[in-house]
């Protein structure tokens, strides 16, 4: 049984930092598209982030400069590194582990990342 689960959240204030972990179980997932997704209060879940099995990311235009994506397929582990952290960016924030060839992708519940002012 496949299964990914998000770490690392909690309440920060503004400017400081926090990273999350998203660790996946039950298959390889060294060939797939990670991505990270958030979802404020009353709005609509986005992208942040996401990183190729091949190492190649890209990010929000929001996000840019102050987080950083990374993955480490010996653990099945990725990676969101968050910087100068803004009250905007509080959220739940979501892995997403996607196999393109296989039509399949998963989602972690989610973990709650709060920035005070």
């Known amino acids: 049984q496949v299964q990914l689960v998000e770490s690392g959240g909690g309440l920060v204030q503004a400017g400081g930092s926090l990273r999350l972990s998203c660790a996946a179980s039950g298959r390889s997932f060294s060939i797939d598209v990670m991505a990270w997704y958030r979802q404020a209060p009353g709005k609509q879940r986005e992208l942040v982030a996401r990183?190729?099995?091949?190492?190649?990311?890209n990010y929000a235009d929001s996000v840019k400069g102050r987080f950083t994506i990374s993955k480490d397929n010996a653990k099945n582990t990725g990676y969101l590194q968050m910087n100068s952290l803004k009250p905007e960016d509080t959220a739940i924030y979501f892995c997403?582990?996607?196999?393109?060839?296989?039509?399949?992708?998963?989602w972690g519940n989610g973990t709650l990342v709060t920035v005070s002012s």
């Open positions: 990183i190729t099995s091949g190492g190649d990311t």
């Open positions: 997403n582990r996607d196999f393109p060839d296989e039509g399949i992708n998963y």
